[in-house]
Structures are given as C-alpha cells and as structure tokens.
C-alpha cells in the first residue's frame, strides 16, 4: 500500500520559511515523479511545484518561482519543498503526490495517482 506523509508544516509570519518533507514508502519511489500542491480554505487544489523522477527538472507555478525550492532524496524515499519570503496568501493545505510525469502533464492533480494527506501552512501578517 502507498503512503505518502507530509511533515514541517507550521505557523510562521509573513517573510519567514519553512521545508515540508513527504515521506513515500509503498511504491517504486525512483520511478514516479514527485509533486506538491495546495488548497486554501474555499479554493480549489493548485499546483506549487514538482520534479521528475530523476530530479533533473523541476516545475514550479509561476507565483513560487525564486521563493520555493522543490528537492527529492530518491534514497531516502524523500521530497521536500523548501518555502521562503513567505506571503499570508501561501497560506494553505500542502499535499504531496506521486504521479508518471510529463513535461505537459506534471500541473494537473489528474496526473498524480497517489496523495498525502496534507499538511497545514499558515503564515501571518
């Protein structure tokens, strides 16, 4: 069974940072591309970023471009997400998923076959 589980969420004021990391265990981790995405209270999922399985490329929404640094350990099973200048409105529920990436694919949640549970962000003023 796959299991992917989100950690290093927190509270932190505005300018700060933070590092998620998503623990995977379950699957060919090596073989499957790595995503994070996030939901705030009342919007839909957005995609924040994601890289491929070899950890050459990496994605990022254009908001979180120079601000957000996506990274994988594919020894350790392991992706992080490390998030600086943080804003209030990066304020949100981030998830962690697996998913067979493309360069044309990787910002759809219907890419992803396999999610986290998510873990909260919460930056204030």
């Known amino acids: 069974q796959v299991h992917l589980v989100e950690s290093g969420g927190g509270l932190v004021q505005a300018g700060g940072s933070l590092r998620l990391s998503c623990a995977a265990s379950?699957?060919?981790?090596?073989?499957?591309?790595m995503g994070w995405f996030r939901q705030a209270p009342g919007k839909e999922r957005d995609f924040v970023a994601a890289?491929?399985?070899?950890?050459?490329?990496?994605y990022y929404a254009d908001s979180m471009k120079g601000r957000f640094t996506i990274s994988r350990d594919n020894a350790k099973m392991m992706v992080y997400l490390q998030m600086n200048s943080l804003k209030p409105e990066d304020t949100a529920v981030y998830y962690c998923?697996?998913?067979?990436?493309?360069?044309?694919?990787?910002?759809?949640?219907?890419?992803?076959?396999?999610w986290g549970q998510g873990t909260q962000v919460t930056v204030s003023e």
């Open positions: 998923a697996a998913g067979t990436l493309t360069d044309s694919n990787f910002r759809a949640s219907r890419s992803y076959a396999y």
């Open positions: 379950g699957l060919p981790f090596s073989s499957y591309g």
């Open positions: 890289i491929h399985w070899r950890g050459g490329s990496t």
